[in-house]
């Protein structure tokens, strides 16, 4: 039984080896390539469309008024775009810095949820949806305490009305350096915006919303909710990574654009991070229930769905290098038990295994680096980021999993509150 289990566990961060090395692979090949596509997408002139950016708040009174007063600075006249919050009839700090600002701001719209908070984000959302401007071309998808730069409404104008369906902005972390987490958070989106996105764009692969800096033309909006008869799926945690697998079931694949990034907080403690990654494996679990590869997708798609899904667990390269150490010392010292026979299909595996963890633990904390500055120093200073990010992975993907599990056995609804970021 314990050999299966490593076994298991040795294949399974193997696929993640091979994957990360098809990224590798693409990156360097189609780099001057990529430079000029990025070149090529931003767009300078435009004739402006009319954009709501819709922003679900609630319990927000300390960050919302900042937001507000960042989408109203940017490069877009003021007569082209909304920004609609959408707060609770209860959650009157939110609603009182809201209003404040509504008087200041003509652009600016408060839409009030008449249920009780909290609900699910996928609801508030659905809910604003229906009292957007009857002029909406665009629809925007950000935040309460999100950062945008100047641009990014010229460019989502830009680039939506030059073939593109939905694209998807580059987000990283504002807050970064405080602890550990804040950089677990930092190297994640530095790694994961920088590298993979640009390569699974080059390969072929779905991309996925992020539920933030997303963009979709209100047509194709207004399709999807005609189809399926809701934009966002109200059960679901991650209604952003459910959403982009009907958009791509219809034909409508979401494009990343590596420009515009938008910033935003995330938790600085280990087990408030713990909390967030478990609803967001939580939700990848439900998805995967409910559509599987997506029926529609083709096998490259099919392909990359299913590693971001394995990516649910990307810290088993932890127990993976475990094994392989194990094994390795354990043959050649008497320090460690050889868990593992010498010489054994499985000992080879983890010997794999241990070295392409390197990757995990030198390369990641390159992207942090080269995103926030700081050159060597930071990048020391990242790499035992590395280890909290994977440790947060692992204890958030076996308390999803339980949750998970609990929730079929007693057949109950999985439910969610807010997320504490500070």
């Known amino acids: 039984m314990i050999d299966e289990l490593l076994y298991l566990i040795s294949f399974y961060y193997l696929l993640g ?10 990156n360097l090949v189609k780099k001057q390539e990529r430079k000029k596509e990025s070149e090529k997408l931003y767009c300078d002139s435009y004739d402006p469309s009319f954009i709501s950016v819709l922003i679900p708040a ?12 960042n989408f109203m600075k940017i490069d877009y006249p003021r007569d082209e775009y909304e920004v609609v919050i959408a707060t609770y009839e209860s959650d009157y700090k939110t609603r009182d ?86 950089r677990s958070y930092a190297l994640t989106f530095s790694k994961y915006y920088n590298f993979i996105l640009p390569a699974k764009e080059r390969l072929g692969r779905l991309i996925t919303s992020a539920g933030v800096g997303t963009y979709l033309k209100k047509n194709v909006i207004d399709e999807i909710r005609e189809l399926d008869g809701y934009l966002f799926d109200e059960g679901n945690l991650t209604e952003d990574l459910e959403l982009s697998i009907r958009l791509a079931e219809r034909g409508y694949k979401i494009k990343y654009v590596n420009i515009s990034p938008t910033r935003e907080k995330f938790p600085s403690y280990f087990s408030r ?8 494996a939580l939700g990848g679990i439900q998805t995967l229930e409910k559509h599987g590869l997506g029926k529609k997708l083709d096998f490259n798609e099919k392909l990359g769905l299913m590693f971001d899904y394995l990516g649910l667990g990307t810290s088993s390269w932890g127990l993976a290098v475990g094994i392989g ?85 007693r057949k109950e609804a999985f439910k969610w509150g807010k997320t504490v970021r500070n």
């Open 273 to 280: 991070a713990v909390r967030q990654r478990s609803r967001w």
């Open 325 to 409: 150490i194990a094994s390795i010392v354990g043959g050649v010292t008497n320090y460690l038990p050889q868990i593992i026979t010498e010489g054994s299909p499985l000992w080879y595996l983890s010997i794999i295994n241990t070295i392409g963890a390197l990757e995990e633990i030198l390369i990641t904390p390159y992207y942090s680096s080269k995103e926030y500055g700081g050159g060597i120093k930071e990048y020391i200073k990242d790499l035992p980021a590395v280890f909290v990010n994977d440790a947060i992975n692992f204890v958030a993907v076996s308390m999803a999993i339980s949750k998970y599990i609990r929730s079929k056995l």
């Open 17 to 26: 080896n091979i994957n990360n090395f098809s990224y590798y692979t693409t």
């Open 58 to 69: 609630y319990d927000e009174a300390d960050v919302i008024g900042r937001t507000i007063d």
């Open 97 to 182: 810095v809201v209003e404040s600002r509504t008087k200041i701001y003509p652009n600016l719209r408060e839409v009030v949820n008449p249920k009780k908070p909290p609900t699910t984000k996928a609801q508030n959302l659905n809910h604003a949806y229906q009292f957007i401007d009857n002029k909406t071309e665009i629809v925007g998808f950000h935040d309460a305490e999100d950062v945008v730069p100047n641009d990014i409404l010229r460019n989502a104008n830009c680039l939506l009305k030059n073939g593109f369906d939905a694209i998807q902005f580059k987000v990283l972390p504002e807050n970064r350096g405080k602890s550990l987490t804040e």
